[in-house]
C-alpha cells in the first residue's frame, strides 16, 4: 500500500479522548489491569493517521505566520462541490452550503428553525447517543421507532411503526442517519423513498445525518437522502463533515446542504445567532487537503484496510464467539454485537461481559448508550494487529 495503516501511535498524553479518559470518567471504559494496554474500541474516531494530503495543505498554511479574520476561501467551496459530484449529488452549487462547527449543531439549528420548540422528533433506535444527549438538552421529545431484523439477519426500518408514530403521536421532525449508526446499515435507495413518502405523506422535514457517508465498505453505494424523489430534495438539511472519514474531529468543521431557498435561510438565520459558528482557518485547509486527487485515493486504501478488518472481526465471531450475533456493517467502521444468547447461557449480566472486557484492555462500549441492553459497541478503524489482538482476549477472558 502506498499510505501507512499499521503504525500503532502512542495517543496517551497527545489529545485523544478515547485513550486519555480511560479510567478517569463515567462515560469511559474503566483501566485495564496492570500488564495489559489499552486497545481503545469506543469513541468513533481512528487509529490511523490522517491522509498526508490533509496535513501537508495545513502545513503550507502555517509557512504563512499570520492568522487574522479572514473569509471562506472559493477553493473550500470548490472542493466540497466536487466531492459531492463523486456521490451523485446534482445541481449543487455554492449558495446551498453552509458551515457548520459540527453535525449536532447542525441538527439543533435545523430543528430550531424548522420546528416549535419541545416539538416531538422522531428517530430510529438503536440510535447514535450523541443524538439523544443533543434532543434532550435542547428540549425536544423523543418519539423511537425500532429497527427490526428481517429473515437474513439485516436492519430494516419499520415503516408500519413509522407510520403510527406520524399519525398518531404528531411528530414535528425526522432525524435520519445514513448511513446507519450503530447499526451500519446502508440504506438502499427503496428504502430511503419508502420512508421520505412516509414523510412527504405527513408533512415533515427530515434532517438527514450523512457524515459516514464516505465509509461505505464493498458492494455497497450511499445513496443521498436528497436524491431519491423532489420533496427529499426539497424538504431535507443534509449534514456531511471530513471529520470522521479523515479522522480529524479535533479539528472542527461540518457543513449543511439545503436546497430550499426558504428552508436554507431560516436555518442559516438560527445558525448565526451565537455569532461563534465560524470555521477555523487550518480545519479549511483541512477540508480542502482531504477532498483532493490524494484525498480519495488515500480513502479507497482505508476502505480496503476497514474491509479487512470487519471481515476477520465477523468471522472470529461466527467461528470462535457464536454465542454473539451481529449483522456485518455496510458502512461506518462500527460493530453492533448482540450478546443475549450468551448472556442467556451464562447469566451474565452487561455490567460484567464489559468489566471483564476493559479489565484486559478491550475498551470497546456499552450498547445501552445507544438504545439496547445487550449489544456491545466495537470500533474497529485500528491496524489489524490490534484488532486481532482485541478479539483474542476476548475469547481467552471474557467468552470463555
Keep these: 500500500m502506498k499510505y501507512d495503516f499499521t503504525t500503532i501511535y502512542q495517543r496517551k498524553g497527545k489529545d485523544a479522548l478515547a485513550v486519555d479518559e480511560i479510567g478517569k470518567s463515567s462515560f469511559a471504559p474503566k483501566a485495564p489491569t496492570t500488564g495489559y494496554d489499552v486497545i481503545p474500541m469506543w469513541v468513533a474516531d481512528m487509529n490511523f493517521a490522517t491522509a498526508p494530503s490533509v496535513t501537508e495543505a495545513m502545513k503550507r498554511r502555517l509557512d504563512h505566520p499570520l492568522f487574522g479574520y479572514y473569509m471562506p476561501r472559493p477553493e473550500y467551496i470548490q472542493a466540497i462541490l466536487s466531492w459531492q459530484e463523486m456521490h451523485g449529488v446534482s445541481g449543487l452549487s455554492a449558495e446551498h452550503i453552509g458551515y457548520e462547527n459540527g453535525v449536532l449543531g447542525g441538527v439543533i439549528s435545523a430543528l430550531q428553525a424548522l420546528i416549535k420548540p419541545r416539538g416531538k422528533v422522531l428517530l430510529h433506535s438503536p440510535y447514535y447517543v450523541g443524538f439523544i444527549g443533543t434532543l434532550k438538552t435542547a ?136 455569532h461563534y459558528n465560524n470555521m477555523n482557518v487550518l480545519s479549511m485547509y483541512a477540508l480542502m487537503g482531504a477532498y483532493s486527487a490524494e484525498g480519495r485515493e488515500w480513502l479507497d486504501e482505508l476502505l480496503s484496510v476497514l474491509a479487512k478488518n470487519v471481515d476477520f472481526a465477523c468471522d472470529f465471531l461466527e467461528h470462535q464467539l457464536p454465542e454473539l450475533t451481529f449483522a456485518k456493517p455496510e458502512g461506518t467502521y462500527m460493530l453492533f454485537v448482540d450478546c443475549a444468547a450468551y448472556m442467556e447461557r451464562t447469566e451474565k449480566t452487561l455490567d460484567e461481559i464489559l468489566d471483564q472486557c476493559w479489565r484486559y484492555g478491550v475498551a470497546l462500549q456499552d450498547g445501552r448508550e445507544f438504545g439496547s441492553t445487550h449489544h456491545l459497541r466495537i470500533n474497529l478503524a485500528s491496524p489489524y494487529e490490534m484488532i486481532t489482538k482485541a478479539f483474542r482476549r476476548m475469547r481467552e477472558y471474557v467468552f470463555y
Aim: charged content about 25%; hydrophobic content about 35%.
Design 139 to 274: 428540549g425536544y421529545r423523543i418519539v423511537t421507532s425500532a429497527l427490526i431484523k428481517d429473515s437474513v439477519g439485516n436492519w430494516r426500518m419499520d415503516y408500519q411503526d413509522m407510520e403510527e408514530k406520524l399519525r398518531d403521536e404528531g411528530i414535528d421532525a425526522v432525524l435520519f442517519c445514513s448511513p446507519h449508526n450503530p447499526c451500519g446499515r446502508v440504506w438502499e435507495k427503496w428504502e430511503i423513498e419508502q420512508a421520505m413518502q412516509l414523510f412527504e405523506q405527513y408533512n415533515v422535514p427530515v434532517i438527514s445525518d450523512e457524515i459516514w457517508s464516505d465509509l461505505i465498505l464493498p458492494e455497497h453505494r450511499h445513496i443521498p437522502t436528497q436524491s431519491v424523489s423532489p420533496y427529499a430534495r426539497e424538504h431535507t438539511v443534509a449534514l456531511y463533515s471530513p471529520t470522521k472519514t479523515f479522522n480529524l474531529a479535533g479539528l472542527i468543521g461540518s457543513y449543511h446542504i439545503i436546497f430550499n431557498d426558504e428552508m436554507r435561510k431560516k436555518v442559516e438565520k438560527r445558525t448565526e445567532v451565537s
